[in-house]
């Protein structure tokens, strides 16, 4: 059994976990919840014994074991050998290898026989179903491809534990069941299987029991059934119940002008079959709107608003931004009209402090303006970052850079906000955050593409959808509608969790 | 066969070869058709990002021809012979960086790593080349991807003149430093987490000979345990 004993785990002097206990059996699988930043990976990484073993922790006191065996008292290779662990972020763990290298690593720096690795290597490919990867570079597939190939690389040695952090984003619904499917196959191999994830629904058929942190703090593991249809509990863990209440209709505000329109947009980029990545992507955005865009891993999501931000290369194809014709703008030009907030925002910061960051969406490294500090303290301000000012936005947590991203989006005024994966969907606090953000852009006539595969967040605040396939636009509708159109049939997903009839919107604590 | 699959020792010998050839023969009349073989031998190969080195090496040039012409002049050498010494040593200087261009560019770290285990190296020399010579393309991915985020923030850097240019690239140096660290951690930490042991030889799942197998062929049927 893994035992956490009473830790204490803290950065820079300010506890992240505070005394917390868990005990994983063998057999039990467990399910850790909790909101953005409540130290779901901290408490993974120490379960692991990445913390404080490879990432130094201050405050760090009390004890993890396994088997009876304190983790501190193995050796990495030992340690490392019965652990297996894929981080929120998984990045993190990644380098430029390619597929087979990443998931036969384990068991080449263990000195295992070529054929038997390649066996294991071959049989492993097949199980996630992951043949049109192989011989790729990790750092050339899209987010979801990476956590497959990290998770296959997890699981490769066949470790006693598995500590899996937020497996599931970025994960399309069908690579989702596919994981939840071989996971559940593992069950007598895998002895304990630790996961966290802000959405209980997405595993819980493999989890046996919940815990939900809350406020640095761990309840009692329960059964998941007994708390899964209750609302209270998630409610009070800061994250929205497993079962969807009814939400309100997303906004039907009379869409305003033209914002943004691709016309039959072709990309050179192509596929490994030489096909392009987009061969034929047609779409318009509102100002006013908010439009959901899903599509498989790997279906170009990606590519699109990098062809539409001028950072891909195009074949054929136009683009207009705010009714003017943007084919020969700069990628800087159509992006001070066009803001964009990957998943992980680390990617596009680069100032060195958070109103830097904030100053510069209003600038675009212009000089200040006279208005420009009193309009970036404001923005800092609604998302509550004013103490973080003076911070560097790279010390910041990914959940408040995530807010970050918003603030400087909202400071920008730009026309179109492109959120792809946002990090905050899925606990109450950031969705407020979230819907702030929409309804502001809704009354200033400005307008959001979401990018995600969270069909429910999707059908909770997106008025109209398009989907992305085989390098087109197969869909462009009412979000609502999406769900039973043949273009959405094709892709064999299933549809947003049913809404729980009668009961209203949940109440926020 | 792709001439990237080589193996990455025949690649290296390959270029030091070249290298070796190329400050032997310091005339220009020879220096020449070996640099224009190089460069022709790297068009061919379809090497990733020729085009920017094509530029840096003409800067390149530049630079050496006219420091060392003014240099040779000063000291008292004829134009001719200043303007043949100088080009005689950029094309050398040509030649040797193509040349590692190549190995460095057509060779992926899990490449690297599975021909230095073969070759059965100790693990720090089989971590020390494949960090060497994948590290440097990983950095200039970061530096290219650091100017995409400059970008698509809204920093004009492509409509401006060369010296605002220049500076908008320098100042991609703190950031890019970040990302070194960062790079840095994820490397060690990956490495860490899958038992990489410097004491300890490890095993490769490529067949390495004088080409290194670049994916594995799946030919087993449907496997589902």
């Not at chain 1, 908010?290 to 891993?297: C, D, E, P, S």
């Not at chain 1, 680390?346 to 969406?361: D, K, P, S």
């Not at chain 2, 003409?58 to 200043?82: C, F, H, K, M, Y």
């Not at chain 2, 650091?146 to 690239?169: P, S, Y």
Request: charged share 20%; hydrophobic share 45%.
């Amino acid at each position: 059994m893994l035992d956490i004993n009473n830790v204490t785990v803290g950065f820079g002097g300010t506890p992240v976990l505070a005394e917390v206990s868990l005990l994983a059996r063998e057999g039990r699988w467990m399910l850790v919840c909790g909101a953005a930043g409540s130290g779901k990976s901290t408490l993974m990484m120490t379960a692991a014994g990445v913390i404080p073993r490879l990432i130094t922790a201050a405050p760090f006191s009390g004890a993890v074991s396994l088997s009876g065996k304190p983790l501190s008292g193995l050796s990495n290779d030992d340690l490392f050998t019965r652990v297996g662990i894929v981080m929120q972020n998984v990045e993190d763990q990644m380098w430029d290898l390619g597929v087979e290298d990443l998931i036969a690593m384990a068991l080449e720096n263990r000195g295992r026989p070529k054929a038997e690795i390649r066996e294991r290597l071959e049989t492993i490919i097949r199980q996630f179903r992951i043949e049109r990867l192989a011989g790729r570079r990790v750092l050339s597939l899209s987010g979801g491809e990476r956590r497959m190939v990290a998770i296959a690389a997890a699981l490769a040695a066949e470790p006693e534990v598995l500590v899996l952090d937020e497996p599931t984003t970025g994960l399309d619904p069908e690579a989702r069941q596919r994981l939840v499917s071989i996971l559940s196959g593992l069950r007598g191999k895998v002895p304990m299987l630790l996961v966290s994830e802000q959405d209980p629904a997405s595993v819980a058929e493999i989890a046996d029991e919940v815990a939900l942190l809350k406020k640095g703090g761990l309840t009692p593991p329960v059964p998941l059934p007994s708390v899964f249809e209750q609302a209270v509990p998630w409610l009070e863990a800061g994250i929205l119940p497993p079962t969807r209440r009814a939400s309100p209709q997303p906004s039907t505000t009379e869409a305003g002008g033209e914002v943004l329109a691709v016309r039959g947009l072709k990309t050179k980029l192509r596929r490994p079959d030489g096909t392009p990545v987009l061969s034929d992507a047609s779409l318009t955005i509102r100002g006013g709107e908010t439009v959901a865009l899903v599509g498989r891993n790997g279906a170009g999501k990606t590519t699109l608003f990098q062809s539409i931000l001028g950072l891909a290369k195009i074949e054929a194809g136009s683009i207009s931004i705010g009714g003017d014709y943007a084919d020969d703008w700069t990628p800087a030009r159509r992006a001070r009209s066009i803001a964009y907030l990957p998943q992980n925002m680390r990617r596009i910061l680069f100032n060195m402090t958070v109103r830097e960051e904030v100053m510069f969406a209003i600038t675009a490294g212009k000089p200040e303006g006279k208005g420009d500090g009193p309009k970036a303290d404001e923005a800092l301000a609604r998302y509550g970052l004013t103490d973080l000012a003076e911070a560097n936005p790279f010390a910041l947590s990914a959940r408040q850079q995530a807010v970050l991203g918003l603030a400087c989006a909202e400071a920008a005024g730009s026309l179109v906000a492109i959120l792809d994966e946002p990090l905050l969907a899925r606990d109450l606090n950031g969705r407020r955050l979230l819907e702030q953000f929409r309804d502001r852009a809704i009354a200033e006539g400005r307008a959001i593409l979401l990018i995600t595969h969270d069909l429910e967040l999707a059908d909770d605040i997106a008025s109209r959808a398009l989907l992305l396939d085989e390098g087109a636009i197969a869909y462009e509708g009412p979000t609502r509608a999406l769900w039973t159109s043949g273009a959405y049939g094709k892709l064999g997903w299933p549809g947003p969790r049913a809404i729980v009839e009668g009961e209203g919107n949940y109440a926020r604590p | 066969m792709r001439v990237h699959d080589v193996n990455f020792f025949v690649k290296l010998a390959g270029a030091l070869a070249l290298t070796i050839a190329a400050w032997i023969f310091t005339d220009w009349r020879y220096g020449l058709p070996l640099t224009l073989i190089t460069l022709l031998a790297l068009w061919l190969a379809k090497v990733p990002g020729l085009r920017g080195y094509l530029k840096g090496a003409s800067l390149l040039v530049l630079l050496v021809v006219a420091s060392w012409v003014l240099n040779l002049l000063i000291q008292g050498e004829t134009p001719r012979d200043a303007l043949a010494i100088a080009t005689g040593m950029a094309l050398r200087l040509v030649t040797t960086t193509a040349a590692f261009f190549f190995v460095m560019e057509t060779s992926t770290p899990g490449a690297i790593l599975a021909a230095a285990t073969a070759a059965r190296l100790p693990p720090s020399v089989t971590l020390v080349l494949s960090l060497t010579f994948g590290i440097i393309p990983m950095l200039r991915d970061d530096f290219e991807r650091i100017a995409d985020a400059q970008r698509a923030r809204g920093m004009e850097i492509d409509d401006v003149g060369f010296f605002t240019r220049l500076r908008f690239a320098l100042a991609r140096g703190v950031p890019l430093l970040v990302q070194g660290v960062r790079m840095a951690h994820s490397i060690s930490l990956s490495l860490s987490i899958s038992g990489y042991d410097m004491r300890r030889r490890r095993t490769t799942w490529r067949n390495v000979g004088l080409m290194v197998e670049p994916r594995l062929p799946l030919v087993k049927g449907f496997s589902n345990d």
